[in-house]
């Protein structure tokens, strides 16, 4: 089973949403919470994992909104 993902990422100038198994951003955002915002939905829709990059690329947060295998307790 592969693992649905968003991932919000910086391109150039602006920032995008990568969705696994792609390796092209379909629309440039000019602010990161622009395109954290529109990741957000799709990764909802999709049921999927929110990834969300820094600048430097590395993952600053992560949020799943499909079936979480380990769910908090509580």
């Known amino acids: 089973m592969t693992k649905k993902s968003v991932h919000t990422v910086q391109r150039g100038d602006g920032w995008g949403n990568l969705s696994a198994g792609k390796s ?3 629309k440039l955002y000019s602010t ?3 395109a954290q915002a529109a990741g957000r939905e ?3 829709r999709q049921g999927a994992e929110h990834v969300i990059h ?3 690329g590395r993952i600053g947060a992560s949020n799943s909104y499909g079936s979480d295998p380990f769910p908090p307790r509580g």
Do not use: F, G, Q, S
């Open 54 to 56: 820094n600048r430097d």
């Open 42 to 44: 799709t990764a909802i």
């Open 32 to 34: 990161k919470a622009e």
């Open 24 to 26: 092209r951003v379909p």
